[in-house]
C-alpha cells in the first residue's frame, strides 16, 4: 500500500492589512524531491518536485505518458526505497520501480528528465514529430458536449480541491463523464504532477483509455499537458487560463478539442469544435 505523507505544513505568517499587522498561522503546499528509479536496469530517470501523496500514481502516470511502459501490467512492482544504513527506514522521497521481465524500454529520450522543477513543464517530448514516432493515435471519439456541462466543470473542480482550499498553492487536473459528473481529482504543486497522478490513478484502475471523458486542468494547458492527455487519448481538454501555441499545434495534429478561458459562461475554442453542441 503506498504511503500518503503530509501534503501542507503549518506556518507562522505576518498578515499586513490596512496599515497593521497581525500574527496568524497559515497553511502552505509541501514541496519534496521525488526520484524516480529503475530497478533493471537500475538507473534514474528522474527527478522531479511534487507535493507528497498518491506518489505511485505519478509515478505510473509520468512513466505512462514518457512512452517507457504502455499498460498496468508492464509494472512488476513499486515501491518506496529503504535505507539499510538506518536500520531499514523507508526514504519516501524515492520510488524504486520494477518492470516486468524482458521490457526493455528505450530511455534515452527520458534524460531531460534528470531533474525537474514543478513550474518549468520539461515533461514534454521535444517535438510533435516526437509524438508521431511514438505512435500516437490521432483521437477519433464521437464524443459531443453541451456548452452548459463545460460551463459547469470550473466549480466542480475548484469544490473538490480541498488542500488548495487551505494553502491556495496547488494546481489540480479532473476528469469527468460526459454528463459533468466529477470522477477523479488530484492536486500537486505542479500541473504536469497533478495531470500524472490522475492518469497513473486511471492506469492503475485499468480504466484507460479516457476516450469518452474530459479532462480539466488548472493554470494553462501547455505542451506537457495536451502531450499527456494524448496518450490518454482524451478527447476533450479544458483549463481555466491560455493554451500555448504548442499546445494548440498538437491539438490540431491528434485531434483534441482544446478549451481555454474557461470561466463561468465563457470558453474559447482554439480546435475541435465539432465535439461541443453549438
Known sequence: MEIHTKSKRKAQVWVVENGKKRLRQDHITTEEPLEIRLVSPRRTVAVT??????????????????????CQGDIQRMSYCTDESVDGEQRYNIINVELKPGLNPDLQPLERHFYTNSACGVCGKANIEALRLRGCAVINSELIVNPEIIYSLPDKLRSAQGIFSMTGGLHAAAVFDVNGNLLNVQEDIGRHNALDKLIGSALLSDELPLNHHIIMVSGRSS???LQKSLVAQVPIVCSVSAPSSLAVSIAQEFGITLIGFLRGERFNIYTGRERINI
Open 49 to 70: 518536485m511534487r507535493t507528497p501523496g498518491t506518489d505511485f500514481a505519478l509515478v505510473a502516470g509520468f512513466l505512462f505518458s514518457e512512452g517507457v511502459i504502455t
Open 223 to 225: 505542451f506537457e499537458i
